[in-house]
């Protein structure tokens, strides 16, 4: 990588359940990562897994650490319905992102996220990585196909 500069990251992972707990595990193994910051809801979880990770800061409020400068870059992985605050707090601020799926629970938001997403020129996509998984490929292909037919009785 001769005359090339790595891009420093600070990520920032909102909603530390389970995904985000994923998540923000990869990142602090990542060697571009040199800051990651936590906010859950739920304090006793947000603290648990910023020991796990090393996180070097962690709040209950999203807003708090979507304003601090080391954030480059965003992960949201809250429950569903609560998707939309920060993904356009992230957006508002330019911030590329993560979203995972939905990227809200509702038309209205999705479309209006969508909107905001595409006005601002952020770079955001939306995690989908389970769709790969054999058991998923399976699913999909019986969805397309029908159930298969029971056996004849003669």
Not at 119 to 136: I, K, L, P
Request: positive net charge; charged residues 25%; hydrophobic residues 45%.
């Amino acid at each position: 990588m001769r005359g090339k500069t790595v891009r420093r990251l600070g990520v920032a992972v909102v909603g530390a359940g389970r995904v985000g707990t994923f998540r923000a595990q990869i990142a602090a193994r990542h060697p571009a990562v040199d800051w990651i910051g936590v906010a859950e809801r739920i304090p006793e979880r947000g603290e648990a897994v910023a020991r796990r990770i090393g996180a070097d800061y962690v709040t209950t409020d999203f807003r708090e650490l979507l304003a601090r400068h080391e954030v480059t870059c965003v992960v949201v992985a809250t429950d569903e319905h609560l998707h939309a605050d920060p993904v356009l707090a992230a957006v508002e601020r330019g911030l590329p992102l993560l979203v995972e799926k939905p990227l809200a629970t509702t038309l209205r938001d999705s479309a209006g996220i969508l909107r905001a997403i595409e006005e601002s020129g952020v770079d955001a996509v939306v995690g989908y990585t389970q769709r790969f998984r054999r058991r998923w490929l399976a699913a999909k292909e019986k969805c397309r196909t029908g159930p298969s037919s029971p056996p004849a009785l003669s």
